[in-house]
């Protein structure tokens, strides 16, 4: 699945937009859903909750890093690597506008001085 964040100017918040869907009926399946990163958690509870309504037999969340101090919404990760402070971290598949991605470690980007 692809999503996309964009801002609702209307009610001053971030929206999640499906942008590709799944090829596969998952109606009875046991579901896995992975998330490199939990931010504000949206993410998460948007397909967490699209998911469930096409009826699996279960839903578990995954993600390799979450930003408690950054939490909008209360989204559930049943497996989470780790826990980091609100800094943009980039590599292992992270980017900074498509830069970075590929470093072969998690890096926190310096704020501009
Ligand atoms: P959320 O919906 O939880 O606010 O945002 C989740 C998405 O925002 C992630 O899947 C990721 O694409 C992006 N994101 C949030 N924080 C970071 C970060 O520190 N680094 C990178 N590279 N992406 C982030």
């Not at 504000?40 to 279960?58: I, N, V």
């Not at 101090?69 to 900074?96: K, M, S």
Request: glycine share 6%; charged share 30%; net charge negative.
């Amino acid at each position: 699945m692809a999503v996309s964040s964009y801002e609702n100017s209307a009610e001053a918040s971030s929206m999640v937009r499906l942008v590709m869907d799944l090829r596969k009926n998952i109606e009875g399946k046991h579901v896995l859903l992975v998330e490199d990163i939990v931010d504000t958690g949206r993410t998460m509870q948007f397909l967490s909750e699209l998911l469930r309504a096409r009826k699996p037999r279960s839903v578990k969340t995954c993600a390799l890093v979450r930003k408690p101090d950054r939490a909008a919404v209360d989204a559930e990760v049943d497996y989470l690597g780790f826990e980091i402070p609100d800094v943009w971290v980039v590599g292992y598949g992270l980017d900074f506008g498509e830069g970075d991605r590929t470093l072969p470690y998690i890096a926190a980007m310096k704020a501009d001085p």
